[in-house]
Protein backbone atom coordinates (compact mmCIF):
# COMPACT_ATOMS: atom_id res chain seq x y z
CA UNK A 1 0.00 0.00 0.00
CA UNK A 2 1.28 3.49 -0.78
CA UNK A 3 0.36 6.93 0.06
CA UNK A 4 1.29 10.60 -0.14
CA UNK A 5 4.32 11.66 2.03
CA UNK A 6 5.92 14.41 2.15
CA UNK A 7 9.81 15.01 2.69
CA UNK A 8 10.86 15.47 6.55
CA UNK A 9 12.20 18.99 7.37
CA UNK A 10 14.75 19.34 10.75
CA UNK A 11 14.90 23.28 10.99
CA UNK A 12 15.52 23.73 14.21
CA UNK A 13 17.90 25.70 16.04
CA UNK A 14 20.07 23.49 17.51
CA UNK A 15 23.76 24.37 19.34
CA UNK A 16 26.93 23.59 18.33
CA UNK A 17 26.92 20.97 21.57
CA UNK A 18 23.82 19.69 21.23
CA UNK A 19 24.08 18.63 17.72
CA UNK A 20 27.66 16.87 18.17
CA UNK A 21 25.44 14.72 21.01
CA UNK A 22 23.01 14.46 18.53
CA UNK A 23 26.08 13.03 15.71
CA UNK A 24 27.15 10.77 18.42
CA UNK A 25 24.04 9.20 18.91
CA UNK A 26 23.06 8.57 15.29
CA UNK A 27 26.58 7.58 14.18
CA UNK A 28 26.85 5.07 17.54
CA UNK A 29 23.85 3.43 16.53
CA UNK A 30 25.02 2.95 12.67
CA UNK A 31 28.10 1.19 14.05
CA UNK A 32 26.14 -0.69 16.63
CA UNK A 33 22.36 -1.32 15.93
CA UNK A 34 21.92 -0.59 19.74
CA UNK A 35 20.22 2.02 21.77
CA UNK A 36 22.79 4.65 22.86
CA UNK A 37 22.94 5.51 26.32
CA UNK A 38 24.14 8.53 27.90
CA UNK A 39 27.07 6.36 29.50
CA UNK A 40 28.59 5.16 26.89
CA UNK A 41 28.47 8.46 24.99
CA UNK A 42 29.73 10.21 27.88
CA UNK A 43 33.37 8.28 27.14
CA UNK A 44 32.87 7.94 23.31
CA UNK A 45 32.32 11.89 22.80
CA UNK A 46 35.26 13.56 24.63
CA UNK A 47 33.41 16.28 25.48
CA UNK A 48 33.99 16.45 28.84
CA UNK A 49 30.05 15.93 29.47
CA UNK A 50 28.57 14.14 32.49
CA UNK A 51 26.29 11.35 31.61
CA UNK A 52 23.62 13.52 33.61
CA UNK A 53 24.11 16.38 31.26
CA UNK A 54 23.78 14.55 28.18
CA UNK A 55 20.96 12.42 29.48
CA UNK A 56 19.36 16.00 29.78
CA UNK A 57 20.47 16.73 26.12
CA UNK A 58 18.79 13.38 25.22
CA UNK A 59 15.54 14.68 26.97
CA UNK A 60 15.44 18.29 24.93
CA UNK A 61 16.45 16.00 21.69
CA UNK A 62 13.70 13.54 22.02
CA UNK A 63 11.15 16.40 22.98
CA UNK A 64 12.23 17.84 19.96
CA UNK A 65 11.46 14.70 17.93
CA UNK A 66 15.05 13.67 17.01
CA UNK A 67 15.00 10.71 19.38
CA UNK A 68 12.94 7.95 20.67
CA UNK A 69 13.29 5.15 23.63
CA UNK A 70 11.81 1.72 22.66
CA UNK A 71 12.38 0.94 26.53
CA UNK A 72 12.55 2.93 29.43
CA UNK A 73 14.92 1.50 30.67
CA UNK A 74 17.18 1.78 27.30
CA UNK A 75 19.26 3.88 25.79
CA UNK A 76 17.90 6.45 23.30
CA UNK A 77 17.91 5.72 19.17
CA UNK A 78 17.43 8.29 16.54
CA UNK A 79 13.97 9.18 14.46
CA UNK A 80 13.70 9.39 10.48
CA UNK A 81 13.63 13.14 11.52
CA UNK A 82 16.86 12.82 13.01
CA UNK A 83 18.65 11.08 10.12
CA UNK A 84 16.93 13.59 7.53
CA UNK A 85 19.10 16.25 10.21
CA UNK A 86 22.37 14.09 10.09
CA UNK A 87 22.20 13.78 5.92
CA UNK A 88 21.39 17.29 5.36
CA UNK A 89 23.44 19.23 7.74
CA UNK A 90 26.71 16.51 9.34
CA UNK A 91 27.60 13.78 6.40
CA UNK A 92 30.46 14.01 4.65
CA UNK A 93 30.82 11.24 1.98
CA UNK A 94 33.78 9.69 2.03
CA UNK A 95 36.06 9.51 -0.62
CA UNK A 96 35.83 6.06 -2.20
CA UNK A 97 39.30 4.15 -1.81
CA UNK A 98 41.58 3.83 -5.62
CA UNK A 99 40.78 0.23 -5.56
CA UNK A 100 36.98 0.39 -4.72
CA UNK A 101 36.67 2.97 -7.51
CA UNK A 102 38.33 0.63 -10.07
CA UNK A 103 36.62 -2.34 -8.67
CA UNK A 104 33.10 -0.62 -9.70
CA UNK A 105 34.70 0.71 -13.08
CA UNK A 106 35.41 -3.32 -14.28
CA UNK A 107 32.01 -4.46 -12.79
CA UNK A 108 31.11 -2.41 -15.77
CA UNK A 109 32.70 -3.78 -18.16
CA UNK A 110 31.82 -7.50 -17.66
CA UNK A 111 28.37 -7.35 -18.81
CA UNK A 112 30.10 -6.86 -22.16
CA UNK A 113 29.67 -3.54 -24.71
CA UNK A 114 27.34 -4.79 -26.85
CA UNK A 115 24.21 -5.68 -23.97
CA UNK A 116 23.14 -2.46 -21.49
CA UNK A 117 20.94 -5.37 -20.01
CA UNK A 118 24.32 -7.61 -19.01
CA UNK A 119 26.04 -4.20 -17.66
CA UNK A 120 22.81 -3.33 -15.77
CA UNK A 121 22.30 -7.08 -14.01
CA UNK A 122 26.16 -7.19 -13.23
CA UNK A 123 26.52 -3.10 -11.84
CA UNK A 124 22.98 -4.16 -9.87
CA UNK A 125 24.40 -7.33 -8.65
CA UNK A 126 28.10 -5.26 -7.48
CA UNK A 127 26.22 -2.65 -5.40
CA UNK A 128 24.15 -4.85 -3.74
CA UNK A 129 27.27 -6.56 -3.03
CA UNK A 130 28.94 -3.79 -1.95
CA UNK A 131 26.30 -2.44 0.33
CA UNK A 132 25.24 -5.47 1.54
CA UNK A 133 21.42 -4.06 1.00
CA UNK A 134 18.89 -4.21 -1.90
CA UNK A 135 19.98 -3.02 -5.18
CA UNK A 136 17.40 -1.77 -7.54
CA UNK A 137 17.56 -0.53 -11.36
CA UNK A 138 15.47 0.26 -14.31
CA UNK A 139 16.32 -0.37 -17.27
CA UNK A 140 15.93 2.63 -20.17
CA UNK A 141 12.79 3.20 -21.73
CA UNK A 142 12.51 2.07 -25.18
CA UNK A 143 10.08 5.15 -26.08
CA UNK A 144 13.16 7.57 -25.49
CA UNK A 145 15.63 5.49 -27.13
CA UNK A 146 17.57 5.93 -30.46
CA UNK A 147 17.52 3.45 -33.44
CA UNK A 148 20.59 1.81 -34.40
CA UNK A 149 18.52 -0.42 -36.76
CA UNK A 150 15.50 -3.01 -37.03
CA UNK A 151 15.55 -6.10 -38.81
CA UNK A 152 12.34 -8.54 -39.86
CA UNK A 153 12.94 -12.25 -40.32
CA UNK A 154 10.60 -14.51 -42.08
CA UNK A 155 9.44 -17.15 -39.37
CA UNK A 156 6.48 -18.55 -41.60
CA UNK A 157 4.22 -17.30 -43.51
CA UNK A 158 1.78 -15.49 -41.27
CA UNK A 159 4.79 -14.57 -38.56
CA UNK A 160 7.80 -12.24 -38.76
CA UNK A 161 10.27 -12.10 -36.07
CA UNK A 162 11.06 -7.82 -35.71
CA UNK A 163 14.62 -7.52 -34.14
CA UNK A 164 14.94 -3.88 -32.53
CA UNK A 165 17.98 -2.61 -31.49
CA UNK A 166 18.91 1.01 -29.48
CA UNK A 167 21.81 2.97 -29.94
CA UNK A 168 22.30 1.96 -26.18
CA UNK A 169 22.61 -1.41 -26.72
CA UNK A 170 19.32 -2.71 -25.87
CA UNK A 171 17.66 -5.23 -27.82
CA UNK A 172 14.36 -5.91 -28.27
CA UNK A 173 12.64 -9.03 -29.69
CA UNK A 174 8.71 -9.33 -30.80
CA UNK A 175 7.03 -11.91 -33.33
CA UNK A 176 4.18 -9.98 -35.42
CA UNK A 177 1.02 -11.51 -37.31
CA UNK A 178 0.63 -10.79 -41.29
CA UNK A 179 -1.56 -11.19 -43.80
CA UNK A 180 0.31 -11.60 -46.74
CA UNK A 181 3.40 -14.18 -47.10
CA UNK A 182 6.42 -12.06 -47.56
CA UNK A 183 9.41 -13.26 -49.02
CA UNK A 184 12.73 -12.87 -46.73
CA UNK A 185 14.46 -10.85 -49.60
CA UNK A 186 11.28 -8.37 -49.24
CA UNK A 187 11.52 -8.17 -46.07
CA UNK A 188 15.23 -7.27 -46.26
CA UNK A 189 14.53 -4.07 -48.16
CA UNK A 190 11.80 -3.36 -45.56
CA UNK A 191 14.47 -3.45 -43.05
CA UNK A 192 16.93 -1.60 -45.38
CA UNK A 193 13.95 1.07 -46.42
CA UNK A 194 13.32 1.77 -42.69
CA UNK A 195 16.93 2.10 -41.54
CA UNK A 196 17.58 4.67 -44.24
CA UNK A 197 14.29 6.50 -42.96
CA UNK A 198 14.82 6.32 -39.49
CA UNK A 199 18.60 5.11 -38.29
CA UNK A 200 18.88 7.65 -35.32
CA UNK A 201 15.83 8.62 -34.81
CA UNK A 202 14.05 8.80 -31.58
CA UNK A 203 11.94 5.68 -31.15
CA UNK A 204 8.43 7.92 -30.10
CA UNK A 205 9.39 10.14 -32.82
CA UNK A 206 9.20 7.17 -35.45
CA UNK A 207 6.25 6.12 -34.32
CA UNK A 208 4.13 9.09 -34.59
CA UNK A 209 5.69 9.54 -38.00
CA UNK A 210 4.43 6.50 -39.10
CA UNK A 211 1.18 6.80 -37.73
CA UNK A 212 0.32 10.01 -39.43
CA UNK A 213 1.90 8.20 -43.06
CA UNK A 214 -0.82 5.79 -42.30
CA UNK A 215 -3.68 8.53 -42.30
CA UNK A 216 -2.30 10.14 -45.71
CA UNK A 217 -3.58 8.40 -48.69
CA UNK A 218 -2.68 5.44 -49.20
CA UNK A 219 -2.77 5.13 -53.07
CA UNK A 220 0.06 7.53 -53.15
CA UNK A 221 2.18 4.54 -52.00
CA UNK A 222 3.53 1.71 -53.84
CA UNK A 223 3.67 -1.99 -52.47
CA UNK A 224 6.47 -1.68 -50.85
CA UNK A 225 6.15 1.77 -49.04
CA UNK A 226 2.84 0.80 -47.96
CA UNK A 227 4.06 -2.58 -46.30
CA UNK A 228 7.08 -0.73 -44.89
CA UNK A 229 4.00 1.37 -42.84
CA UNK A 230 2.30 -1.45 -41.60
CA UNK A 231 4.97 -3.43 -40.53
CA UNK A 232 6.44 -0.38 -38.86
CA UNK A 233 3.37 -0.02 -36.96
CA UNK A 234 3.31 -2.94 -35.23
CA UNK A 235 7.40 -3.25 -34.98
CA UNK A 236 7.43 0.08 -33.28
CA UNK A 237 4.34 -0.63 -30.98
CA UNK A 238 6.39 -2.15 -27.79
CA UNK A 239 5.25 -2.22 -24.75
CA UNK A 240 7.27 0.85 -23.10
CA UNK A 241 7.32 -0.59 -19.58
CA UNK A 242 11.20 -0.97 -18.72
CA UNK A 243 12.87 -3.94 -16.58
CA UNK A 244 13.39 -3.90 -13.35
CA UNK A 245 16.74 -5.43 -12.05
CA UNK A 246 17.05 -6.57 -8.40
CA UNK A 247 19.78 -8.23 -6.51
CA UNK A 248 20.44 -8.65 -2.44
CA UNK A 249 16.76 -9.46 -1.37
CA UNK A 250 18.40 -12.32 0.92
CA UNK A 251 20.23 -9.31 2.81
CA UNK A 252 17.03 -8.45 4.15
CA UNK A 253 16.92 -12.07 5.82
CA UNK A 254 20.02 -12.21 7.26
CA UNK A 255 21.10 -8.69 7.70
CA UNK A 256 21.11 -7.94 11.89
CA UNK A 257 19.64 -4.43 10.97
CA UNK A 258 16.15 -5.92 9.55
CA UNK A 259 15.03 -7.73 13.07
CA UNK A 260 11.65 -6.77 12.63
CA UNK A 261 10.41 -9.92 10.74
CA UNK A 262 7.24 -8.40 9.65
CA UNK A 263 8.86 -5.50 8.07
CA UNK A 264 11.51 -7.75 6.01
CA UNK A 265 8.56 -10.00 5.18
CA UNK A 266 6.43 -6.83 3.58
CA UNK A 267 9.33 -5.78 2.15
CA UNK A 268 10.01 -9.39 0.70
CA UNK A 269 6.28 -9.15 -0.61
CA UNK A 270 6.84 -5.59 -2.39
CA UNK A 271 9.19 -6.58 -4.30
CA UNK A 272 7.09 -9.14 -5.79
CA UNK A 273 5.19 -6.11 -7.00
CA UNK A 274 7.93 -4.51 -9.59
CA UNK A 275 5.18 -2.14 -10.92
CA UNK A 276 5.23 -0.55 -7.48
CA UNK A 277 8.61 -0.56 -6.87
CA UNK A 278 9.59 0.61 -11.01
CA UNK A 279 7.34 3.64 -9.77
CA UNK A 280 9.05 4.90 -6.68
CA UNK A 281 12.20 4.11 -7.91
CA UNK A 282 11.46 6.46 -10.92
CA UNK A 283 9.53 8.76 -9.35
CA UNK A 284 11.98 11.76 -9.42
CA UNK A 285 13.34 10.67 -12.57
CA UNK A 286 14.04 14.35 -13.74
CA UNK A 287 16.00 15.19 -10.51
CA UNK A 288 19.21 15.68 -10.51
CA UNK A 289 22.17 14.18 -8.19
CA UNK A 290 21.58 11.66 -5.24
CA UNK A 291 18.09 11.21 -3.69
CA UNK A 292 17.27 9.87 -0.20
CA UNK A 293 14.44 8.93 1.44
CA UNK A 294 14.29 8.32 4.99
CA UNK A 295 11.90 6.18 6.47
CA UNK A 296 8.31 7.54 6.55
CA UNK A 297 9.59 9.64 3.16
CA UNK A 298 8.99 6.62 0.99
CA UNK A 299 5.58 5.94 -0.18
CA UNK A 300 5.03 2.29 0.27
CA UNK A 301 4.73 1.55 3.36
CA UNK A 302 6.53 -1.72 3.49
CA UNK A 303 9.50 0.78 3.28
CA UNK A 304 9.09 2.62 6.34
CA UNK A 305 11.82 1.34 8.08
CA UNK A 306 14.22 1.34 5.42
CA UNK A 307 15.91 4.46 3.11
CA UNK A 308 16.31 4.33 -0.26
CA UNK A 309 19.39 5.98 -1.78
CA UNK A 310 19.30 6.63 -5.53
CA UNK A 311 20.77 8.45 -8.60
CA UNK A 312 19.88 8.64 -12.58
CA UNK A 313 22.10 7.36 -14.81
CA UNK A 314 22.15 8.76 -18.48
CA UNK A 315 23.75 8.30 -22.06
CA UNK A 316 24.96 12.26 -23.56
CA UNK A 317 21.45 13.41 -24.68
CA UNK A 318 19.11 12.15 -21.86
CA UNK A 319 18.04 10.17 -18.25
CA UNK A 320 17.77 6.62 -19.17
CA UNK A 321 17.16 5.11 -15.61
CA UNK A 322 17.54 5.04 -12.16
CA UNK A 323 19.78 2.93 -9.94
CA UNK A 324 19.36 2.47 -6.37
CA UNK A 325 19.88 0.76 -2.99
CA UNK A 326 16.97 0.09 -0.05
CA UNK A 327 19.10 -0.59 3.55
CA UNK A 328 17.59 0.02 6.86
CA UNK A 329 17.27 4.32 8.00
CA UNK A 330 21.07 3.45 10.52
CA UNK A 331 22.89 2.68 7.07
CA UNK A 332 26.37 4.44 7.23
CA UNK A 333 25.55 7.06 4.90
CA UNK A 334 28.65 8.29 4.35
CA UNK A 335 30.06 5.52 2.60
CA UNK A 336 26.16 4.24 0.88
CA UNK A 337 25.67 7.38 -0.71
CA UNK A 338 29.26 8.06 -2.42
CA UNK A 339 29.16 4.33 -3.96
CA UNK A 340 25.85 4.83 -5.40
CA UNK A 341 26.84 8.07 -6.61
CA UNK A 342 30.31 6.90 -8.14
CA UNK A 343 28.44 3.84 -9.37
CA UNK A 344 25.75 6.02 -11.27
CA UNK A 345 28.10 8.34 -12.93
CA UNK A 346 30.76 5.04 -13.98
CA UNK A 347 27.26 3.41 -16.20
CA UNK A 348 26.55 6.85 -17.51
CA UNK A 349 29.88 6.60 -18.86
CA UNK A 350 29.86 3.79 -19.82
CA UNK A 351 26.87 3.66 -21.47
CA UNK A 352 27.77 6.71 -23.56
CA UNK A 353 31.00 5.34 -24.50
CA UNK A 354 29.12 2.03 -26.08
CA UNK A 355 26.51 4.70 -27.36
CA UNK A 356 29.19 6.80 -29.40
CA UNK A 357 31.11 3.64 -30.67
CA UNK A 358 27.74 2.39 -32.24
CA UNK A 359 26.86 5.74 -34.24
Known amino acids: ?37 SRSLSKSLE ?7 IRNIMSDLSD ?21 FYVDQVVVANQLTRKLQKRIQEATQEGGMNQVEDLLISTTRLL ?30 QQILVVLVTRNGQVRNKIIATTEDLSQDFLNTVSSFLNDQFHNRNLHEIRQQI ?11 DRLLAQAVRLGKKAFEVADAPELYIEGQHNLIFSERFRNLNSSRGLMDAFEHKSMIMNLLDSTVKADGIQIFIGIENELESLQDCTMVKAQYSDQNNV ?14 QTVIPVVDFTARILSQTITQQSSSCD
Do not use: W
Open 320 to 333: LGTIGVIGPTNMDY
Open 47 to 53: MGLSPAT
Open 128 to 157: AGLTQFVCLTSSPRVETSILRRIEFIRLSS
Open 211 to 221: LESMVEDKERY
Open 1 to 37: MSKTVQRLEAKESIDERTQRVLRGIIEGYITSNEPVG
Open 64 to 84: MGFLMQLHTSAGRIPTDKAYR
